[in-house]
């Protein structure tokens, strides 16, 4: 019984972890700009993943902004990107998308935050043994693997919108593609159709000279 009780508090702990990772399907339109916040403590480690979806030439300008204002990351007309920092701070971390080199076309950006807590440190006189022992290495444990598997989760969904764009350029070239053939098949049509056309007509001048 207490075993059970056990394994549920860190399946609960495990749930908990999941939720510290989002992703987010934001529109920035033209000449617009979204920004996001995080509250964290110091040494926290965060992350931004990024992909433009859809829009223009599929490009964004992000940056990432500490509390007291100073740049962390800033990257211009980027179609994706992953960057993962620690925070050095305690505060407000803020992300920003902007669109406002677009005239006329909004863009479609799929993003995730990550934020994983530092852990806590327990000053002991001894090292932890016996039941104690063994219950601290199977959080640690379920803690690494909820961290992987919200990247894992996160990754899934970064390739399934680079899938999605792959996808659409593949179906735009293949299209032009078909498209300049049946052009080229007019062209080359039209110009045997007005060589026979004009052989004809040489030959008929011939008969009447």
């Not at 971390?93 to 080199?101: G, K, L």
């Not at 935050?113 to 290495?137: F, I, Q, R, S």
């Not at 961290?147 to 293949?174: C, F, G, P, W």
């Amino acid at each position: 019984m207490h075993k059970s009780i056990f394994y549920l508090i860190q399946f609960l702990l495990l749930v908990s972890i999941f939720q510290q990772g989002f992703s987010y399907l934001l529109t920035v339109d033209a000449h617009a700009e979204e920004c996001f916040f995080d509250k964290v403590e110091v040494g926290s480690k965060m992350g931004l993943m990024y992909e433009i979806s859809e829009g223009g030439f599929l490009d964004i300008d992000v940056k990432i902004i500490d509390p007291d204002g100073e740049l962390i990351y800033e990257g211009l007309r980027e179609s994706s990107g992953k960057y993962t920092f620690a925070a050095t701070k305690k505060g407000a971390y803020t992300y920003c998308f902007s669109n406002q080199m677009s005239t006329m076309t909004p863009k479609v950006v799929l993003f995730s935050m990550e934020v994983t807590e530092p852990e806590k440190v327990e000053l002991e006189k001894d090292n932890p043994t016996g039941e104690d022992g063994e219950h601290k290495k199977l959080e640690t444990m379920l803690r690494n693997l909820g961290s992987a598997l919200t990247s894992v989760k996160h990754e899934q969904e970064y390739m399934n919108v680079r899938d999605k764009n792959h996808r659409a350029i593949n179906e735009s070239t293949n299209k032009r593609v078909v498209m300049w053939s049946f052009f080229e098949s007019f062209v080359l049509l039209s110009m045997t159709i007005g060589q026979v056309y004009y052989l004809k007509r040489y030959f008929e001048v011939r008969r009447v000279v």
